[in-house]
C-alpha cells in the first residue's frame, strides 16, 4: 500500500520576539554611550605616515595650540582621583557634585583657582565664556606639572600601571612652547611619549 502523502504546508516564523529584543538592545546602547565631547581647542595636527591607535585608558593628553595646553585624562574614576589630589594640594575643596561633573569633562585648560565655576557651567557656556586662558604652565606656577602628576599617582594607585602621555600640538604652534612641555615631562622623567598626528593622505 502506498502512503498517504501529507500535504505540506509553509511554516511562519514570529519576529516579533526578536524586533523587541533588538530595539532593547538598541536602547541600551544608545542609553550608555557617551557622546563624544567637542574639543575645546581647534587644534591642525600635523601629518604623518606611522600608524598607531592611541590607548582609550590610562592616558594623558597635553593639547598644545594658540600659547594655550589644556590637559586631559582618560577616564571618569582617574580625573575624579586627580581632582581629589589638586584639591587637597591647592586646598580647594570640591564637592561631591563637582567631582561627578568634573569626572565626565574631557579636556580642560583653566587655572585651578577658575576650576569650580568651569564645573559649574555647561558645555556651551564654557567655549562662549572665554575662561579657558589655558592651564598655567611657566617656572613660577606650574600647575601643568601638578596636574601631570597627581595623574600619574592616580593611574598607579587605581589601575596599578604606568601612566601612558601624548602630546596633541597644533603644526603651527612655536618651538618654545613644546618645549616647555617637553622640559615638564623629561623633570618627571617621563622620557616616552607619543605624538598625535593626522594620517598623510596618498
Not at 565631547?37 to 600635523?46: G, R
Not at 586662558?133 to 601638578?146: E, F, H, K, V
Amino acid at each position: 500500500m502506498s502512503r498517504a502523502k501529507v500535504a505540506r504546508k509553509s511554516t511562519s516564523i514570529d519576529m516579533t520576539a526578536m524586533c523587541d529584543v533588538s530595539f532593547l538592545l538598541l536602547t541600551y546602547f544608545i542609553l550608555s554611550a557617551t557622546a563624544k565631547q567637542p574639543d575645546p581647542l581647534d587644534v591642525k595636527v600635523p601629518s604623518s605616515t606611522y600608524k598607531i591607535k592611541v590607548p582609550e585608558k590610562d592616558i594623558a593628553i597635553l593639547t598644545i595650540g594658540k600659547d594655550k595646553v589644556f590637559f586631559e585624562a582618560a577616564g571618569p574614576d582617574i580625573r575624579a582621583a586627580t581632582l581629589d589630589k589638586m584639591g587637597e594640594q591647592y586646598k580647594i575643596s570640591f564637592t561631591p557634585e563637582e567631582k561627578k561633573r568634573f569626572s565626565v569633562i574631557a579636556s580642560f585648560g583653566v587655572p585651578i583657582q577658575s576650576l569650580k565655576k568651569f564645573i559649574a557651567m555647561d558645555a556651551g557656556e564654557r567655549k562662549k565664556s572665554g575662561i579657558e586662558t589655558g592651564i598655567p604652565a611657566d617656572s613660577l606656577n606650574n600647575q601643568l606639572a601638578d596636574w601631570i602628576l597627581q595623574s600619574r599617582k592616580s593611574v598607579a594607585e587605581l589601575h596599578s600601571q604606568g601612566m601612558r602621555v601624548s602630546i596633541k600640538g597644533d603644526g603651527s604652534e612655536g618651538y618654545p612652547t613644546i618645549k616647555k612641555i617637553v622640559d615638564i615631562l623629561q623633570k618627571q622623567k617621563i622620557n616616552k611619549f607619543s605624538l598625535i598626528t593626522t594620517a598623510e593622505g596618498k
